[in-house]
């Protein structure tokens, strides 16, 4: 099976930085992804990593280290419209994604 | 504009009766896949579509199933709906399974059943 973690909530003030980890241990893995999902819309697009590393795209970044199964989100600058829960997705050997329960982040003023 | 549907946005259902949630894309991707979400268990993948003509089980199967008659539509339908199955449903697309496919989703449909 499929074991993905992640906080379940983070708070932070606006303008810092805010890390997300995730864990995982799966079958296989061909692939980490990162969605955001505002309350009551559909997860978007944010990151992906496949190899070792920092993959850095403006204000937010994503890192993974396959030995560890372990990947951050950062999310430099907080804006109040970062508000909203972060889901970690890890693409196994079938090729299927298996998303955590997310983390959700609440920028405060 | 490109993207992907979903039909209804919300609807309320009697236990039993039978129903079919749409999801039409138009940026002719190849995979197709239907998730639900629920409160602390993240998305859960109920069934997914390769390609047309093809079909396959997710982790939550039981009680959904769907067809590919073609690469725009996946519908899913519940053919005896059960109080469990109250949830967010996604329908997702991507174009390939492999490296930088992400998939993109659709806005959602909130079940309720009662």
């Known amino acids: 099976g499929q074991n993905i973690d992640q906080p379940t909530e983070m708070t932070a003030t606006e303008g810092a930085i805010v890390q997300i980890n995730c864990t995982y241990q799966?079958?296989?893995?061909?692939?980490l992804f990162w969605y955001q999902q505002h309350a009551g819309e559909a997860p978007t697009f944010l990151s992906y990593n496949v190899l070792d590393g920092l993959e850095e795209k403006g204000r937010f970044s994503s890192f993974l280290s396959r030995s560890k199964g372990y990947s951050y989100l950062l999310l430099k600058e907080l804006q109040m419209k970062d508000s909203a829960s972060y889901l970690c997705?890890?693409?196994?050997?079938?090729?299927?994604?298996?998303f955590g329960a997310g983390t959700t982040v609440t920028v405060r003023a | 504009i490109a993207g992907i549907t979903q039909a209804p946005t919300s609807q309320i259902l009697a236990a039993g009766r039978r129903m079919t949630l749409r999801c039409t894309q138009d940026m002719r991707h190849n995979a197709m896949y239907w998730y639900r979400q629920d409160l602390g268990l993240g998305l859960r993948l109920i069934h997914y579509s390769n390609t047309a003509g093809t079909t396959g089980k997710g982790e939550v199967p039981d009680g959904y199933s769907v067809s590919r008659a073609n690469t725009d539509d996946f519908p899913l339908t519940l053919a005896s709906a059960v109080p469990s199955q109250t949830s967010v449903y996604f329908c997702a697309s991507s174009d390939g399974l492999a490296g930088y496919n992400e998939q993109f989703f659709g806005p959602g449909t909130r079940l309720t059943v009662l």
């Open positions: 997705a890890v693409r196994g050997d079938d090729y299927k994604l298996s």
């Open positions: 799966t079958s296989g893995f061909n692939g």
